[in-house]
């Protein structure tokens, strides 16, 4: 967006305008018109108000008298409008006095309908995505890998949107090469995938469907998916056998694929670029308590009473240069995108940072979440030549506990970073002895006052005369006593190792009877120096 912002005429215009037919009107103008907005925020009732200057202030849940404050805190902030459901007149006289417009929203209207139209508004700029493409390519391409044929993304008319790349000389049959080359699909093939009643099929079902090869014509096999939001059609994903058989999974991965391309399908038909951006950032917000469950769940249409589980991915770094991580983790997001909304039809999918997240309302079984992050790290190494590490946490009972959620999942990968769970992919629940373990020696590295002198002299003794005893010590705790196993794990005799301990006992001390002093001198002389 520009630093100097759109005025909020134009703004109007993309919400309906003054006398147009969308979600938003102006209920009074005192603030004039011309006035450059540079912010959407969303005020949500459980915050406190706020505003600051260049705001378009969309606040949910608020009404007549109950908006008042909210309104004249944004004028005296140096908001340009405050968006509010219905009408009052105590709030245009508000308004009014505060030199700030007041914006009328629909009682109908959907607070994320009017947040991704502003946004849209706001992003509109000559280097702006265009509308007819962008994305869905790199979803044709994702998809392409995970099937292993040709993938084409059409609408509704049969125009080619998108397409995956070629993967040899000879792979596309004539109905694919003649609909990349035209960018729509051939009539007389049109025609008879009419007469075979594949195209109403599309249309009235989100089912899979085949059409098998017909070699007189020039069609190798191929699975088609229709796209289908609110019940409507608006368009068709093909993907086409090439020489080799498709994946054994190609239908499942179609269906993940044509829930990705709907909302891109319907941002094209709307011409609602940051609707994307809007959800993704609702998801963000939901991970992160930036965002309140209540507002979320409207944003969403989620449960806010139902359960929620988080997975967590994070691409282990093969260089040091951030462009090729930012790559990595784009083909991740696309890749993770399609599996999620495969396997959960109303899978959330964010970034945080260097991490990606899958936010599952109602979610599955824990042992089903954790093989999906299977899948998901096995296809991002298989196709993408990704090392990724996938955690599932612990779920939580609601959506407003979602960050817990998160937390969980965030645990589980620090504890992979730090070398504490060998494992690529793991869930809370059955690494939890290594996770608390590597907390609590993080905590305890971090505290350099918890520390016993008697061990720090023991370690200093063995750097000085070149002796084993701290380790020794440390072997046997870790066998529970059992002198022998320590000995054979250190390669000496029992006897030896007997000694050690008494000599260790002796320089230091320490009672090794007693269980506090074991304990500590298991976790402290692990510790760094």
Do not use: C
């Amino acid at each position: 967006m520009p630093e100097s912002g759109v005025p909020l005429r134009e703004l109007l215009a993309a919400l309906g305008g003054p006398v147009g037919d969308g979600p938003v009107r102006v209920a009074t103008a005192g603030g004039g018109l011309e006035g450059l907005v540079r912010h959407v925020s969303i005020l949500d009732p459980e915050e406190e108000p706020h505003a600051m200057q260049g705001d378009l202030l969309l606040v949910v849940g608020l009404r007549g008298r109950a908006a008042a404050g909210t309104v004249r805190a944004a004028g005296a902030a140096g908001a340009v409008a405050v968006a509010v459901k219905g009408e009052h007149a105590v709030l245009r006289e508000v308004a009014d006095a505060a030199g700030v417009v007041l914006l009328s929203v629909r009682p109908e209207a959907r607070w994320e309908q009017v947040a991704a139209l502003a946004h849209a508004a706001l992003d509109e700029r000559p280097d702006a995505e265009p509308p007819d493409g962008g994305d869905l390519f790199s979803l044709a391409q994702t998809t392409a890998m995970l099937t292993g044929g040709g993938v084409s993304i059409e609408d509704s008319a049969n125009r080619v949107l998108a397409y995956s790349r070629a993967t040899g000389p000879d792979e596309a049959d004539e109905l694919r090469r003649l609909s990349i080359l035209g960018w729509q699909g051939p009539e007389e093939y049109m025609a008879r995938l009419r007469d075979w009643g594949v195209f109403h099929r599309l249309r009235s079902t989100t089912e899979v469907v085949a059409v098998e090869e017909r070699p007189d014509l020039g069609i190798r096999r191929r699975l088609a998916v229709g796209v289908h939001a609110g019940g409507r059609w608006l368009g068709t994903i093909w993907v086409q056998e090439g020489r080799q058989p498709l994946a054994e999974r190609a239908e499942e991965v179609l269906l993940g694929a044509a829930r990705v391309a709907a909302l891109h399908l319907v941002r094209r038909r709307t011409r609602l670029p940051a609707e994307a951006g809007v959800t993704r950032e609702s998801v963000a917000g939901l991970l992160t308590g930036a965002v309140a469950a209540r507002t979320a769940a409207a944003q969403l249409a989620l449960d806010p009473v139902r359960p929620v589980l988080v997975l967590g991915f994070a691409v282990r770094a093969s260089t040091p240069d951030e462009s090729s991580q930012e790559l990595a983790r784009t083909e991740l997001a696309n890749l993770v995108s399609v599996y999620a909304a495969a396997r959960h039809s109303h899978a959330q999918v964010a970034p945080l940072g260097p991490r990606l997240y899958v936010l599952l309302s109602a979610p599955p079984a824990e042992s089903v979440a954790l093989g999906w992050a299977h899948e998901i790290a096995e296809a991002a190494h298989g196709h993408l030549g990704l090392t990724v590490r996938g955690a599932v946490g612990d779920p939580a009972p609601s959506l407003a506990r979602t960050v817990a959620a998160r937390e969980s999942a965030d645990r589980v990968l620090d504890a992979m970073a730090a070398g504490g769970v060998s494992a690529e992919v793991a869930a809370l629940s059955e690494v939890r002895p290594e996770v608390l373990y590597g907390e609590v020696q993080a905590l305890l590295t971090d505290q350099r006052q918890i520390r016993d002198p008697r061990l720090i002299a023991l370690r200093a003794h063995d750097a000085e005369h070149d002796t084993e005893y701290a380790n020794s010590v440390l072997a046997w705790l870790d066998a529970l006593g059992d002198v022998r196993a320590a000995a054979a794990g250190l390669h000496i005799h029992p006897n030896t190792l007997r000694y050690r301990i008494r000599r260790a006992g002796e320089l230091t001390g320490l009672d090794w009877t007693d269980p506090k002093t074991r304990l500590l001198a298991a976790l402290l002389l692990r510790l760094p120096d």
